[in-house]
């Protein structure tokens, strides 16, 4: 009699043991996606952090924007608001580096000099040539500041004033020549006559209108 064949029974192959091939960065034939995949899988977390501080970054920055525009506006408004010479000092007092307190520092000095007031006055034009550094407006302070102290007899801190300014290549024109102007009508007044001579070539030399040399010839056709 014979024995039945036993037949075993087809063992299925898995789907996933099909072609397994390891994907690492060893393999060059990886695909664009497999690459990718190595690429997150090693840097994620350098990845999602770095696109959280990106991300934290962008909200400070427009935050502080937002925060210093807010700021700018309460300012103005402060500023608005100073309508006496009182005010204007305080103003510019709290706000000794800001435009806005320099401009209000420098009304201030000149509503000073015109009452003859010129301690005040020398104290906000002095604040306001501070806070209008590399301004147009910041030469028109010093100016103010050296008449005032001209005025009050401190001829030695005018000429100061007056010799920065005439120095200064960044000042306007008009500015440097209106100090010199002065500087040779204090040397005058002094005595210097050679001060006034040398101040009277420098003007002439740089005046194309004729003003400023004009005022110091004067001066020049009275020494003795």
């Known amino acids: 009699m014979k024995k039945k064949a036993t037949t075993q029974p087809d063992r299925k192959i898995e789907a996933d043991e099909r072609n397994i091939v390891a994907v690492d960065e060893a393999y060059k034939e990886a695909g664009l996606e497999d690459r990718m995949y190595l690429i997150w899988h090693k840097y994620s977390t350098l990845i999602v952090g770095a696109v959280i501080a990106v991300f934290a970054g962008t909200i400070l920055y427009f935050a502080m924007l937002y925060m210093a525009e807010r700021r700018e506006a309460s300012i103005r408004d402060e500023y608005a608001a100073a309508e006496t010479v009182e005010a204007r000092e305080a103003f510019a007092r709290d706000?000794?580096?800001?435009?806005?307190?320099?401009?209000?520092?420098?009304?201030?000095?000149?509503?000073?000099?015109?009452?003859?007031?010129?301690?005040?006055?020398?104290?906000?034009?002095?604040?306001?040539?501070?806070?209008?550094?590399?301004?147009?407006?910041?030469?028109?302070?010093?100016?103010?500041?050296?008449?005032?102290?001209?005025?009050?007899?401190?001829?030695?801190?005018?000429?100061?004033?007056?010799?920065?300014?005439a120095d200064d290549a960044d000042a306007l024109l008009a500015v440097r020549m209106e100090a010199k102007s002065q500087l040779a009508l204090l040397a005058f007044e002094q005595g210097n006559y050679e001060r006034v001579s040398d101040l009277f070539d420098r003007i002439d030399a740089e005046d194309q209108m004729g003003y400023w040399s004009d005022r110091v010839q004067s001066l020049v056709d009275e020494i003795p």
């Not at 000073?112 to 306001?128: D, G, K, S």
């Open 95 to 165: 706000y000794p580096g800001h435009l806005l307190g320099g401009t209000a520092a420098l009304e201030a000095g000149d509503n000073r000099f015109e009452a003859e007031e010129y301690e005040p006055a020398a104290e906000m034009y002095a604040l306001a040539s501070s806070a209008l550094d590399r301004h147009p407006l910041g030469g028109r302070a010093r100016l103010g500041e050296g008449m005032s102290y001209v005025f009050l007899g401190r001829t030695d801190d005018a000429e100061r004033v007056f010799n920065a300014l």
